[in-house]
């Protein structure tokens, strides 16, 4: 089973940028494929971006898609999300997810707020 614990968030003025961190702990981390979600108050989570257990590939949300970049280094167990050119639609609980066929992880989430 791993365990995550992101950070990194905080609050930034429109057009301004962040990299969230999602530090794992446990076995057999390059196994995992790792998603980002977003949650905001009284909606549903929403996958942002996702990237493959040895980092080749990564599927981003339209909207972000070209302003996010994730990334991660196994050898390290990190996982970490760019994020630029931020706009209010981003603010929201940012959740770190592990997953393989057997197990899933998740974080306790970091919050992103972004306002002028």
């Known amino acids: 089973q791993v365990h995550l614990v992101e950070s990194g968030g905080g609050t930034v003025q429109p057009g301004g940028s962040l990299r969230l961190s999602c530090a794992a702990s446990?076995?057999?981390?390059?196994?995992?494929?790792v998603t980002w979600y977003r949650q905001r108050p009284g909606e549903e989570r929403e996958l942002v971006a996702k990237i493959s257990a040895v980092g080749r590939s990564t599927l981003y949300l339209d909207p972000v898609r070209g302003r996010f970049t994730l990334s991660r280094d196994n050898t390290k167990n990190m996982v970490w999300l760019k994020m630029v050119n931020l706009t209010a639609e981003a603010t929201a609980v940012y959740l770190c997810?592990?997953?393989?066929?057997?197990?899933?992880?998740w974080g306790q989430g970091t919050q992103v707020t972004v306002h002028s």
């Open positions: 446990g076995f057999g981390f390059s196994d995992y494929t």
């Open positions: 997810q592990a997953r393989t066929g057997l197990a899933t992880g």
